[in-house]
């Protein structure tokens, strides 16, 4: 007949004991952590409740702004003025050509005696 301490021998049950441990450890944990977030929900519940409040009360009260029509108008020139195209005049002066002559006065003055 097989005895219950052969069956149930430490040998066997110590290949495992490193992993119940974990189980416990990570079941500790979690239970832990619900118990640390419904203390955080219970201490902020009347701040979330009110701040869903006014974030219901602002969505209700939206409203279209007044729209200054003169500075509409006045968006929209500059906006058309800024689309046309810059018109050149045919005697402007070329700033990249040097060879014209120059004229300047001599600083230096002569003095005849």
């Known amino acids: ?3 219950i301490k052969q069956k149930f021998s430490l040998k066997s049950r110590t290949a495992y004991i490193q992993r119940r441990v974990l ?9 832990g952590s619900i118990l640390v977030s419904g203390f955080f929900i219970y201490q902020n519940i009347y701040r979330t409740l009110s701040d869903a409040n006014v974030v219901i009360l602002l969505n ?3 409203s279209i702004d007044a729209v200054d029509v003169t500075e509409y108008d006045k968006a929209e020139q500059l906006l058309a ?3 046309t195209p810059l018109a ?6 070329d700033i990249f050509m040097y060879d014209y002559s120059t004229s ?3 600083a230096a003055t002569s003095t005849k005696k």
């Open 81 to 83: 003025l800024k689309h």
């Open 104 to 106: 300047t006065v001599s």
């Open 88 to 93: 050149i005049a045919a005697n402007a002066r």
């Open 60 to 62: 209700s009260a939206a």
């Open 23 to 31: 189980s416990i450890v990570t079941v500790g944990l979690m239970a």
């Open 1 to 3: 007949m097989w005895s």
